[in-house]
Each structure stands twice: as structure tokens, then as C-alpha cells.
């Protein structure tokens, strides 16, 4: 072959074959991204067909810029379809979720996912090696891509904000500002460029809400009472499966600690439980707000069970090992900030007239990684606060790590040895079951048998995806675990809990988490509507990632469409 068709092949041949290799993830990726606007098709093919001059954009600038600009995008691109195709569709609220992952998270992930990311890495240096002999400054063909691109995006920038706020005219809003713009930009341009600008945007920009104390309440508190719980200790876990539980009829023993309880009358749990959404930052503020699938602003724009609790007399504490900062985690970090002791790894809170050592408190925060801990770490603040805090009622919150993505460090020797023909998901449910056993202890030792603790997982888990927010997957991420537990001194009060929770089913017989707050208001004191209780239970919603509400369990799954719930319907 002569030197002229050699370098005819590898000057214009070769890079249409990378265009065309490079085209089919950005469309799958296209495909795959949830859309917002009526006349998505034709967006998409608009923003296929201007995404199509990136390459060209790329080979020619400098040789150098090129070939990191091209590495780096390739990167993004393969990551990106690398999540839609495990959890079928990404959203926004998935593009938040993965922003705010933190380093000690992504470790945890990258470690279960060594082959994947080692070809990765030689995908990325065969690029970049490749690039640099491709590219090379060309004004021309650059100015040319660019027009070719940056039009079609002011295109979408100008006409999304003219079709919001005509299909919306009393609520415009929500476009009329930088982040209503990324967001939208986000769903109408899908692909790494809409991903990276509203993620970024999200990830640079975001402003953690205030928490300044409320005056309203919601409606459906009547009074208060005095029948109340001495103590109440709620145990959120994170990514357990209802199915992966011994006490829920799984086939290995995953839990005999619980079982055990449950065996000697001593906790019920609530079968046939499902979360109102399938990832943290949607489901932490429907189980500790008034805030529900149709209402959002009641998030902010009334009082949460943490104000409730004060109001009653309790003192209140979060210990949590996830963080509450950035644009995934921030509301169930605002929430944590109205107790009267915060105790997060990325920020700490103590009330001036603590009565017990904040000294040691502090130390221990110092300590903890960015990223969080092992569960049991949580123990030493709380064997400190129910040692030394002589507050005669408490109202504690343990936010765990649980059963995360990332398995195989959610446990250790001991979940090893106990269960050494399961796999890492199962040894990490044991990992849980063994910290209850711990925090029971301690509340038996230092709360004089008087306390109810109820225990529950933020959303399932689908586990042979290894993950949840997933867009078609099972009834498996929605599916967790219930556990209600007291005192010797509360046993009245438990038995009485656990017949008035397994009441509170839906006509299905699934008992929904928006019930969550209903029966931990009745166990601070408070009077709740019935009526509202009523219609709550008869109107069994779930908030999907796709933005809809569904009827429990008629969701969105990859074998069935679902029943979506008519926009002009609300509840409270």
C-alpha cells in the first residue's frame, strides 16, 4: 500500500469509523435519558444530529487539548451508558445521585467492579494515543462544528423556556432561573452534554435550605395527648431488601437476631412493606416531613416530626453515617438539622447545654472519613448520649450505611464466618442485624426499658442489578424491611403499635411507608385525622424515578407499563 492511500485511510477514513463508533453509545445514551418535552423526538434528533460535529470539534483542536478533550469525553460517554443500562433510564434525580456520591462510595463500587474498570483505563489510553495523531488545529472545520453545535443548543436553551412557561403560564417559575434552565436543558438535550451541564450545575451551584424553625403544622394533626412512648429510636437502614431478610422467609438465616425477637414476642415486624420511592433523598423527607408524593413543599413550608418530637418534650439526636450536603443528599440534610444534636461525618451540631461530653463527641467526629464508617461506629456517640444525657425523653435517629452498592465492605470476618455460603448483599443484612442486637443492648441498659425502636430501610434493592432507582426494574427496590421493638417497661404500648400499623394496610394488604409518620406522630402523642388516615391507606402512591406516581404495586417495571396516577388527583 503506497503512502498516499495510507495516509488518505488514516487522515478520513479512520476518523469517520471513530465518528460512527462514537455515535451509537451517544445514541443509546439518548435513548436511555428521561425526557420531558411532548415533542421529544424531535429534540433528540436535533440533539443527535449537532452531538454528531463533537468529534469533529475535538480532532481539530490543538493536538494536545484534542486528545484530552476526547479521552475525557469517551470517559464520561462509556460511564454514562454504562448506568443506563444498569438502571434502564437516567433521570434527573440519578444524574443528582451520582454528583453526589463521595469518594470513600466510589472506592466502595470501583473495588466490586476491578475488571470493568481496568478495561476502562486501557479504552481511555488506546484513545487518548490514538487522538494525539489524529488531531490537529483546523480553523476552518472547528468554526464550521461549532456553529454546528452551539445553534442547535441556543436553540434549545430559547425555545424549552418559550414551551414551559406557555404550557405553564401560571407557574413559570420554574424555568426562569439557571438551575430551571439546566434542568430542562438536561431533558430536552440528552447525552453526556446535558448530563454534564445540569450535574454540574447541581454539583458547583447548589444551596443547602436554611433550617429556620416552622410555625405551621399540617392539617392532619387534631392535638396532643398524653399517651406517648418515653423514648423512641428509629433505625433507617439503606438498601435492605424485604426478600434478603431471615425473619421475611428468606432461606439463609440472615437476621436471627431479629428472628429471635420476633420468635420470643418481643418486636413484630410489618410484612408486605413498601418505600414510597426508590432512592434516599425521595424517601428520607415522606418519612420524617409531612412532605408526600403529591405534596413537595411540605417539606419546607411546615413543621417535621423533629420539630413534632421537640415540641413534645423529647430531645432529639440524628447520628448518621452518610452525609447531608450536595444535590442528592441535602434534603434529608436539612431535616437532620433540627435536632438538638447533629452528628453527621460531614458536620456536627451540639446544643450549648448539652449535659453530657461534647469532648468526646467531638473526637469522635474528627475521626470519622468523609465518606462514613462501619455502622457499628455509631455505637461509641450513642453509648455517650445514653450514658451521660440525663434527658428523662429522647427521640433518636440512626441513619445507616446498610446495605449500599458496594456490598463487600458492608460487612466483615464475623458476617464471613456466620454465613459462609452467601453472598456479599446477604452478609451485609447480617452486618445490620448484628448493630440492632448492639443499639437494643444499649437502649435495655441505660433508657430503663422504656422505649419503642423501629427499624426500616429507606428502599429495597434490586440486587442481581446492584442497585435502585432503577427506571424498569421489580418490586424488589421498593420491597423492605419493617421492625417494630420496645422495652420490657413498653410492651403494652408495642403490642398496641404493632396491631395499629398492620390496620394502616392498603386494600392490597401492602402497608405503604407514608404511613411512617402517621404512627410515629401516635407515638410522641399526637391526634391524627382518621379520615386523612382513611384516605392515605385507599390511595396506596409511589413516587417512581421517572418523575410519576404510580399505584402500589401496578409501578413501572420492565415486563409492564404501570398505573400512572391522573395529574389533577391529590391527596394530603
Known sequence: MNITIRNFIFKFVVPVLILLIFLYPEYYLRKHTNVFMVDSGHFSRNALLSTFFLPLIFLSLNRWIGAITITCYTGFLLFFVKVAKQIGHIAADNVEAIMGTNSAEAISIVAENIPACILLICILIACFCLALKLCHFRPIILSISLSCVLIPWLYHWHYTAIAWTSSNPNNDSTFNNPEGRTHMFFETYPGVPGILIYGGYELLFYKDAPSTPHTKQDEMILSMGNDKAKNIIIVIGESATAYRHGYLNHHLQTTPFASQLIAEKKACTIEKAHSVAPLTNLVLPRILSFQSVDHPEKLYDRKNLIELASQAGYKTYWIGNQTGKGPFSNRYGYLSRYTDLTLRPDYLKISSKENFSTKEIKAFHAKIPVGGSDDFDLLKPLKIILEQDSSEQKFIILHLWGSHTGYSDKSDKIDRQALPNSDAYDRSIHHTDRLLEQIIKL??????????????????????????????????????????????????????????????????GYFSQTMDKIFLSEMMGYKINPETVRLITSNDRILHVDGEIYLYPNVRTYWGAGEIVPKNTSLP
Open 443 to 508: 437502649a435495655n441498659n441505660n433508657l430503663n426499658q422504656k422505649y419503642l425502636l423501629f427499624y426500616t430501610s429507606d428502599h429495597g434493592e434490586d440486587v442481581p442489578r446492584q442497585g435502585h432507582g432503577i427506571w424498569d426494574g421489580d418490586w424488589k427496590q421498593y420491597e423492605i424491611p419493617m421492625l417494630l421493638t420496645w422495652g420490657e417497661a413498653e410492651t403494652e404500648n408495642g403490642l398496641k403499635y404493632c396491631k395499629r400499623i398492620n390496620k394502616m394496610r392498603a386494600p392490597t
